[in-house]
């Protein structure tokens, strides 16, 4: 905002300086002068028209560039994540609060100085995990597709939005307990030092490491 006040002064300082510094005087330059005038009047009156095609672009809706998602709701990454099992955001309140996941944990386990016993069941619950994720992750992409297919096609009713959007909750819900529930395991094996040390390799901040001790 304050960049686009700075434009619009210039821009208007710019218009008073081409109008007014045309403007000669002397007995022998009124003609010149006015024909210089009238010329700078149409040059800015084309930079009046491209400053308000500016202004209509930046009013224009952020959701513009949505249009051509297959599901509006979701952006492709969401849907990716959702198709792999990947985190897709439902364990921040972990991950940010210094209790690790397994994933990462098991692509830092030479440099947390994993024990064998460690690395035997990091990979055990990043199994059980994806095992978990894959089906809800399936399940509600489903939804929204279903969703997403009533409004395209104009066939959606208040009933049919309540039951939809009802199980899309649960499953989202589901899916993001399920996430956090095996950040809060994998905090459990890992020791203080490491659970430290994986916040610093993260290139998280200090200070939320030691309030998970169990």
């Not at 990947?86 to 098991?106: I, R, T, W």
């Not at 690395?119 to 489903?142: C, D, H, I, T, Y």
Request: include cysteine; proline fraction near 3%.
């Amino acid at each position: 905002m304050q960049r686009t006040m700075t434009f619009n002064r210039r821009f208007w300082y710019t218009i008073q300086r081409r109008c007014m510094g045309s403007v000669d005087l002397s007995g022998s330059g009124i003609n010149r002068s006015r024909k210089s005038k009238g010329q700078s009047m149409r040059i800015a009156i084309k930079l009046i028209t491209v400053l308000a095609s500016g202004v209509l672009l930046v009013g224009a809706s952020p959701y513009s560039s949505m249009q051509d998602r297959a599901i509006k709701a979701l952006s492709p990454e969401k849907i990716l994540a959702l198709k792999s099992g990947g985190g897709a955001g439902y364990a921040l309140s972990a991950e940010l609060n210094g209790y690790p996941g397994p994933k990462h944990v098991l692509e830092l386990a030479d440099k947390l100085e994993l024990s064998r016993s460690q690395r035997g069941k990091a990979k055990q619950l990043f199994k059980s995990m994806k095992n978990e994720v894959l089906p809800l992750g399936k399940n509600l992409l489903a939804q929204e597709a279903q969703l997403e297919l009533l409004f395209r096609k104009r066939q959606i009713d208040e009933n049919s939005l309540i039951r939809m959007t009802r199980a899309i909750g649960v499953l989202d819900s589901k899916l993001r307990a399920t996430h956090l529930k095996y950040h809060l395991e994998m905090a459990d094996i890992l020791n203080p030092h490491q659970r430290a040390a994986y916040s610093r390799l993260r290139g998280y901040h200090s200070g939320h490491n030691h309030r998970h001790a169990h």
